[in-house]
């Protein structure tokens, strides 16, 4: 039964009568039997007794913690501050692939004094866990997100002449096999030509270039593709693609048989076969110049300078994981990733790219700063969107879509 007030302040001060002439165990049970009582909280009892025996006549005051008690915060703000820093220029990574990269980046971005901290800045930054810059970084991951888009035609010309490999055939990758597609600037609106990204990542290393082509003509592609092979880092040994005639034709047939250079496809809807260059469709291209229709020669010479930029950065300054292993418990399916490590940082560890190479892609990371990297590509980005603009100004009927510019703003 609740009682009223009146009779708790009578209970009160009947208990504190008995509180003052208690010994110490006494004044224990005393204060359990007024809390079963009463239906007050200890904490708050105890206080109102004391309160009570020193004869005050105003409400019981509230419990009000002292200024400067409790745990101090390690993470200050300049830590937090060269944390989002760091974490914008590699791309807003995860935890893992962020704290992995860490050490690198402080060094590189120290080097070209973009970075400038104090000693103990540096100590906790390098002493971050996954998990803490994780919840540290929490505020910040909500303002980024896009939905993707899919418009991919299946080619049936010379599908017999070009084997398929699916997701389990690609666990013994050596470097040089290539997993390509095509992402469509459509804005929206599929009527008319509108450029192309081609993309096409190792997928052994991660090293991943993108090309920016008229339309998905065979001729464009081919060209794009035989340019990306002269800017491989290493010899390109096979190429995987959908199975779009933008691919599956008797021109790349019979360059690909011509140069020894291994040819497979995926099989139809199965996005997963391809999954090493799927994964790139947004955070390659969708992140770097978003959803809006790119149509005209100014804007794809643009998405080409943009590209160019990108292929340093993000090959070179970029940790990606890869997944080790994959195992079902019940109904569970637990993964397991290695350490992340940048495409060039992959690289330089394999046994099968030569030591030329190696010493040139050194040479070249030394004379590379991702600040300036990243301040360029939005330059180049502010333009290409500009563009867009005054052509849906121009053209009313332009479909423009949402564009996602964080990636744009952060310098």
Not at 259 to 280: L, S
């Amino acid at each position: 039964m609740r009682l009223d007030m009146k009779t708790r302040k009578a209970l009160l001060r009947e208990a504190a009568q008995r509180y003052r002439r208690a010994r110490k165990k006494a004044k224990g049970r005393l204060l359990d039997e007024f809390v079963a009582l009463s239906g007050y909280n200890r904490c708050y009892a105890a206080r109102a007794l004391r309160h009570e025996l020193r004869g005050g006549d105003r409400p019981v005051p509230r419990l009000i913690v002292a200024p400067g008690r409790g745990r101090r915060k390690l993470y200050t703000r300049q830590v937090y501050e060269a944390l989002v820093k760091i974490w914008a220029l590699l791309n807003f990574p995860c935890g893992k692939r962020l704290v992995a990269n860490m050490e690198e980046m402080v060094v590189v971005l120290t080097r070209w004094k973009e970075l400038r901290i104090s000693a103990r800045t540096r100590r906790l930054l390098l002493s971050l866990s996954a998990s803490t810059a994780d919840r540290l970084l929490a505020s910040e991951r909500k303002k980024l997100e896009l939905k993707p888009r899919y418009r991919t035609k299946p080619g049936s010309l010379l599908k017999h002449k070009v084997p398929i490999l699916t997701f389990r055939d690609w666990d013994d990758a050596c470097v040089g096999f290539l997993q390509t597609d095509l992402v469509g600037h459509d804005g929206g609106s599929s009527s008319g030509d509108f450029c192309q990204s081609l993309s096409a990542t190792d997928v052994a290393t991660g090293w991943t270039e993108l090309r920016a082509i008229r339309n998905k003509a065979q001729v464009w592609v081919f060209e794009a593709l035989q340019d990306i092979r002269g800017e491989l880092p290493f010899p390109l040994k096979g190429i995987n693609s959908d199975s779009g005639s933008e691919f599956i034709n008797d021109q790349l047939v019979r360059y690909c048989t011509g140069n020894k250079i291994t040819f497979t496809r995926c099989r139809e809807n199965r996005k997963n076969d391809n999954c090493y260059v799927e994964q790139k469709n947004y955070t390659a291209v969708r992140q770097t110049v978003g959803y809006y229709r790119y149509d005209t020669q100014k804007e794809l010479e643009l998405l080409n300078r943009i590209y160019a930029l990108w292929r340093l950065y993000a090959n070179f300054f970029l940790p990606q994981m890869k997944l080790v292993e994959k195992t079902r418990e019940g109904s569970k399916l637990k993964k397991r990733y290695d350490r992340a490590r940048t495409p060039y940082a992959r690289v330089l560890a394999s046994n099968e790219v030569s030591r030329t190479v190696k010493q040139r892609l050194t040479q070249q990371y030394l004379t590379l700063n991702p600040a300036r990297l990243r301040r360029d590509m939005s330059a180049l980005q502010q333009k290409l969107f500009k563009l867009v603009v005054t052509k849906s100004r121009r053209y009313p009927t332009v479909n423009v879509a949402q564009q996602d510019t964080t990636y744009a703003n952060i310098s």
